[in-house]
């Protein structure tokens, strides 16, 4: 009975050894995303630290594990003239994603269109990868169509934070190396000396002399004014200017000067008044003057006609005496006919 007892429990832990260990491997293999969706993405550089069971996360949240790595040559490429196109030396994962952590998102062509893309990113420390899904911008990262069919849903790359530093490293590097660094150098070499030339002999010497000269003259000049006592009559002028502003007198001339200047104003009004009042006396007398014209021209002609009747009868009296008392002369008879 003791030896069936042992046999039970070495049954029973090797039972339980291989529910763990297949528990482990169900884990590790994401057996428990295998409801979610696949996607794939393809890489044109290395996917060095990336494995079968790497997290995929979204805004470092995980979501998704990595099932499948491989070459697309392997799996799309058909023939040698396919291997020659570089888009067939690519990597392609395929990975599987928990859309239910993610929630309530747009479909996959619109996501795309605002710049859903993925990317591998490698933990600084362990060295270890994982695949990051997130939004770019969809100018610079443009979605390009594989020249296959892909098996699952597909998600455009973009490079790594990595392979862009290093990407920009070496473009960096191709433009030095195009740098005559030899011609540079002989010009840098030209540009010191020309400069040791002008500060010691050229005119920028000069212009040092003259500026230092201008600065001992102005020192001296500093030095040799009395600037104590400009100090002291500036005190003095200031304190006449405040007494000044301060003077009883001064205070009753402005106000006298404002009174004055009130009246003025007040005359000026008066005046304007005045004169208005006076053109249009002046524009009335005008009227009456065209008036009285008028009406004394007839009677200075009426005069005029009596003065010529009165002259008439003056040289007649002069010629005539007598008819003043006898009447007027007799008149010639008519000719006969």
């Not at 090797?14 to 057996?31: A, N, S, Y």
């Not at 062509?109 to 994982?130: E, K, P, W």
């Amino acid at each position: 009975m003791e030896g069936r007892g042992v046999f039970l429990r070495t049954g029973a832990l090797i039972v339980t050894g291989l529910g763990l260990l297949i528990g482990i491997v169900w884990f590790l293999g994401g057996e428990r995303f295998r409801h979610g969706a696949l996607y794939e993405s393809y890489f044109h550089e290395s996917v060095q630290g990336l494995e079968v069971g790497a997290p995929v996360k979204y805004r470092g949240v995980t979501v998704g594990r990595v099932t499948t790595i491989g070459l697309v040559s392997a799996v799309y490429g058909h023939s040698t003239a396919d291997i020659d196109r570089s888009a067939y030396r690519q990597v392609f994962v395929r990975y599987l994603v928990d859309t239910n952590k993610i929630g309530r998102l747009p479909n996959l062509d619109q996501a795309l269109r605002l710049g859903l893309r993925a990317r591998i990113t490698t933990q600084v420390i362990t060295g270890v990868g994982y695949l990051e899904l997130d939004f770019v911008n969809p100018l610079l990262y443009p979605a390009t169509k594989p020249p296959w069919k892909p098996e699952a849903s597909y998600i455009p790359s973009v490079p790594s934070t990595f392979t862009q530093v290093q990407d920009a490293a070496q473009a960096l590097l191709a433009k030095l190396d195009k740098i005559d660094i030899d011609r540079l150098s002989a010009s840098l070499l030209g540009l010191v000396d020309a400069l040791r030339a002008e500060v010691t002999t050229g005119d920028l010497h000069k212009t040092l002399a003259d500026a230092d000269t201008l600065m001992r003259t102005t020192n001296t000049a500093v030095q040799q004014a009395d600037l104590p006592g400009l100090a002291a009559n500036l005190r003095q002028t200031s304190t006449a200017l405040r007494d000044l502003t301060t003077n009883p007198a001064l205070r009753r001339t402005l106000a006298n000067s404002a009174t004055a200047t009130a009246r003025l104003a007040t005359l000026t009004t008066r005046a304007t008044h005045l004169i208005a009042t006076l053109q249009n006396s002046a524009h009335a007398a005008t009227f009456g003057a065209a008036d009285l014209q008028a009406r004394i021209t007839p009677i200075l002609r009426d005069l005029q006609g009596t003065a010529e009747n009165l002259r008439a009868a003056t040289d007649l009296l002069r010629q005539y005496p007598a008819q003043l008392l006898s009447g007027p002369p007799p008149r010639d008879p008519a000719p006969s006919r």
